[in-house]
T-cell receptor, first 109, second 113 residues
Framework: QKEVEQNSGPLSVPEGAIASLNCTYS??????FFWYRQYSGKSPELIMS????GDKEDGRFTAQLNKASQYVSLLIRDSQPSDSATYLC?????????FGSGTKLNVKP | NAGVTQTPKFQVLKTGQSMTLQCAQD?????MYWYRQDPGMGLRLIYY???????DKGEVPNGYNVSRLNKREFSLRLESAAPSQTSVYFC????????????FGDGTRLSIL
């Protein structure tokens, strides 16, 4: 079983809609959770971090963490074509990083 | 503030050649990492250095060696390049801790013929 699982997509949403990206992790000892955005041909860029259960909002982005269900999600409100990218979920457990393989998001104008 | 700098950005090698990928960070981070990214495979950890003077194997270390030259620099060496090592290589750094994100360089695109 992989440490971090993501649906590879692609997830297609129309411009202005809410995009919902999901991630599950296998170990309850995971301590910190991150979302990275990676444009094609570019490096991963940190967009959100979340450490405790609940929601964390930053502009159009909301990260949600449910440790009981071992589930992290990223909501992107008012999706724009510029949000089209691959989104990587990452977790830390005992100082080690584990990345999911990413979900490709396409936002259609 | 440059962050994490990788050199070179592109490289083409012939099978059997050797080369060293360079990485330097100016954020005073303790930990540094080397990943490779292949289509559909996500990021795979090759080696990491939790702190200056230490290095450890990651998920896919075979065919690679690393050197943590000092706190700023962490290099990745391919001793005898193979076509299977064609990939995009990313260096990352972070503060040591269970709540600290990694910051990535721009990557090195390596092709081995």
């Amino acid at each position: 079983q992989k440490e971090v699982e993501q649906n590879s997509g692609p997830l297609s949403v129309p411009e202005g809609a809410i995009a919902s990206l999901n991630c599950t992790y296998s170990d309850r000892g995971s301590q910190s959770f991150f979302w990275y955005r990676q444009y094609s041909g570019k490096s991963p860029e940190l967009i959100m971090s979340i450490y405790s259960n609940g929601d964390k909002e930053d502009g159009r982005f909301t990260a949600q963490l449910n440790k009981a269900s071992q589930y992290v999600s990223l909501l992107i409100r008012d999706s724009q074509p510029s949000d089209s990218a691959t989104y990587l979920c990452a977790v830390i457990r005992f100082n080690k990083f584990y990345f999911g393989s990413g979900t490709k998001l396409n936002v259609k104008p | 503030n440059a962050g994490v700098t990788q050199t070179p950005k592109f490289q083409v090698l012939k099978t059997g050649q050797s080369m060293t990928l360079q990485c330097a960070q100016d954020m005073n981070h303790n930990s540094m990492y080397w990943y490779r990214q292949d289509p559909g495979m996500g990021l795979r950890l090759i080696y990491y250095s939790a702190s200056e003077g230490t290095t450890d194997k990651g998920e896919v270390p075979n065919g690679y060696n690393v050197s943590r030259l000092n706190k700023r620099e962490f290099s990745l060496r391919l001793e005898s390049a193979a076509p299977s090592q064609t990939s995009v290589y990313f260096c990352a750094s972070s503060v040591l801790g269970n709540d600290q994100p990694q910051h990535f360089g721009d990557g090195t695109r390596l092709s081995i013929l």
